[in-house]
């Protein structure tokens, strides 16, 4: 007989099945137990009246992992609608520690250090499944939505000679006696990969040795890159970006649903056209009406970015806004310049629900632009992507979107290690 999962019985009234996972809870009565079998699709609950099966189960730790085979028989009364009747049961594994936390409840009752200690057992409770799995819906909505635009799924290097964003710390390693680092972005190689795709996007994890101990930052993420050519400017990457974006969130809708409704959070709507503000712009309207001095810092800090999402909701009714017009001191060489401001750059920030998600814009694409954005520094390490522009290179640009961070804000967690799987950072290397 092949296994069923919990989420397919409703499909097999009246027959025989067996399912396979993880028990969950039992509930012993005067004759009859009541046992939860937790599975990856859900839950289910057995009837045992046997008097010889409820005393070999009831002796069994919570999370023992066994296979029943039972009658599928549908009822209101039982969770999900259904439950098993007149089992047979063969445990496969016993655990041979107790459990850290009840899974059986509702939310865990730790906090978060201990949960992460304990990542193992922690990451076996509904509601942290059932965030991984958003996460998932997220990234495959990712790769829909830009294969649907003729983007090419690329897989590049994170072991990389030089460093790729001047304002952030790289990780150091050996590489056969000669210096290397972990990549902080595939930025490079995709750009490099627009001159042979010209439309690429990548799915893969980026390493940042900043020594910021936030509920935002992570030392090793997720990143959803994107880059494509022969764009106007950056309003075209935003404009691809929104669509991505809403393609994200379809997906959530129609994969996760039922995740999402166990966590208690709707999708956010993606507006026909993001609304967009000039980052000088922004910080007038943040100083006129809080009175802090903002006007001429080269970027927002995290109290500013709420203001402006509070704007947005309140304005226009959007979760999402586009931020534009960096200063050219806070974005990295190959930015390219607004040709209309000096000093500022054809670059934007995505922010949703007041946090940063998306950094983006156009690059510099012609050899001569490049080699002079890079000033004093030694372009030899960079020889491999100088190459792309010596052999002609298209206008181009594209963005990235952190996965911990979207996934945090989607279902309303304070912080990204709770949308994490096994963080890294500042202080943690383990589990």
Not at 4 to 30: E, Y
Not at 287 to 315: C, F, K, N, S
């Amino acid at each position: 007989m092949e296994r069923t999962f919990t989420s397919d019985l409703a499909a097999q009234s009246g027959r025989r099945v067996r399912v396979a996972g993880w028990l969950h809870h039992q509930r012993q009565l005067a004759r009859v137990a009541f046992v939860l079998v937790r599975d990856a699709a859900g839950i289910v609950q057995v009837v045992v009246e046997d008097e010889g099966l409820r005393a070999r189960l009831d002796v069994l730790p919570p999370d023992t992992v066994v296979e029943v085979e039972g009658t599928v028989t549908l009822t209101d009364q039982a969770p999900g609608g259904l439950e098993l009747h007149d089992p047979e049961v063969r445990v496969l594994s016993t655990p041979t520690v107790t459990m850290p936390f009840e899974l059986r409840r509702p939310e865990l009752n730790a906090q978060l250090p201990t949960l992460l200690d304990h990542a193992a057992a922690a990451l076996r409770h509904p509601r942290r499944r059932a965030v991984a799995r958003v996460a998932a819906a997220s990234v495959a909505g990712f790769r829909a939505a830009l294969d649907a635009l003729d983007f090419t799924e690329v897989h590049t290097p994170k072991l990389v000679a030089s460093a790729t964003e001047t304002g952030a710390n790289v990780f150091a390693v050996d590489y056969f006696g000669r210096r290397a680092h972990l990549a902080q972005s595939p930025q490079f190689y995709k750009q490099t990969m627009v001159g042979v795709l010209e439309r690429v996007y990548e799915v893969g994890p980026v390493f940042r040795a900043e020594p910021h101990d936030t509920a935002r930052h992570l030392a090793e993420y997720v990143s959803l890159d994107a880059e494509m050519g022969f764009i106007g400017d950056h309003a075209d990457v935003m404009a691809v970006l929104r669509s991505t974006l809403a393609g994200m969130v379809d997906a959530v809708r129609t994969r996760a649903p039922g995740d999402m409704a166990a966590l208690d959070v709707t999708p956010p709507e993606v507006p026909a056209e993001i609304p967009s503000v000039d980052f000088t712009t922004a910080q007038h309207m943040i100083e006129a009406d809080t009175g802090e001095p903002t006007v001429g810092e080269a970027d927002l800090a995290p109290t500013h970015e709420r203001w402006i999402g509070e704007w947005a909701r309140r304005e226009h009714g959007s979760d999402f806004v586009f931020v534009t017009g960096y200063p050219a001191a806070k974005r990295p060489f190959y930015t390219h310049p607004d040709p209309a401001r000096p000093g500022f750059t054809n670059s934007f920030d995505l922010l949703f629900r007041g946090i940063e998600l998306v950094t983006g814009g156009q690059r510099l694409h012609r050899y001569e632009d490049v080699m002079a954005a890079l000033g004093d520094q030694d372009p030899g390490p960079l020889a491999g992507y100088l190459d792309a522009f010596r052999y002609g290179m298209p206008p181009h640009g594209g963005f990235a979107i952190g996965l911990e961070r979207w996934t945090a804000r989607l279902v309303g967690a304070a912080n990204v290690r709770e949308v994490t799987l096994f963080p890294r950072d500042l202080n943690r290397l383990s589990p």
